[in-house]
């Protein structure tokens, strides 16, 4: 399976750190980096500015579906972000897939 990288945006570092010790400690991601960005949206008819946390989740994409439903408990947005890419493998190739595979597998 290859790997994925999944974005998402959180309002707190807070909330970012525990999305990230959750996914990893469920070995549901590999690795999650976490950077603040501010952010220009129109929500309910309004535009908005907001601090954010982005977070990108670097998985398995089999755990794909089980992030999904993780999401729908621990995301605090009702409207998460979820912007998926694949990851073709660089300069480590095979060697970094399975690493990440081997961090996101299944108990």
Same mark, same amino acid.
């Given at each position: 399976?290859?790997?994925?990288? =999944?974005? $998402?945006?959180?309002?707190?570092?807070?909330?970012?750190?525990? +999305?990230? %010790? #959750? *996914?990893?400690?469920?070995? @549901?991601?590999?690795?999650?980096?976490?950077?603040?960005?501010?952010?220009?949206?129109?929500?309910?008819?309004?535009?908005?500015?907001?601090?954010?946390?982005?977070?990108? =989740?670097? $998985?398995?994409?089999?755990?794909?579906?089980?992030?999904?439903? +993780?999401? %729908? #408990? *621990?995301?605090?947005?009702? @409207?998460?972000?979820?912007?998926?890419?694949?990851?073709?493998?660089?300069?480590?190739?095979?060697?970094?897939?399975?690493?990440?595979?081997?961090?996101?597998?299944?108990?």
């Amino acid at each position: 399976m290859p790997t994925i990288e =999944i974005v $998402t945006t959180v309002e707190s570092e807070d909330q970012a750190e525990k +999305l990230a %010790k #959750t *996914l990893v400690d469920q070995r @549901l991601a590999a690795c999650v980096q976490m950077e603040p960005i501010t952010s220009i949206y129109r929500w309910q008819g309004t535009v908005e500015s907001a601090k954010e946390i982005r977070c990108t =989740i670097k $998985t398995d994409s089999s755990r794909r579906k089980d992030i999904q439903l +993780l999401f %729908k #408990t *621990l995301h605090p947005y009702d @409207l998460p972000q979820w912007v998926e890419r694949t990851i073709a493998p660089g300069h480590a190739g095979q060697a970094y897939d399975a690493w990440v595979a081997e961090q996101a597998r299944r108990p």
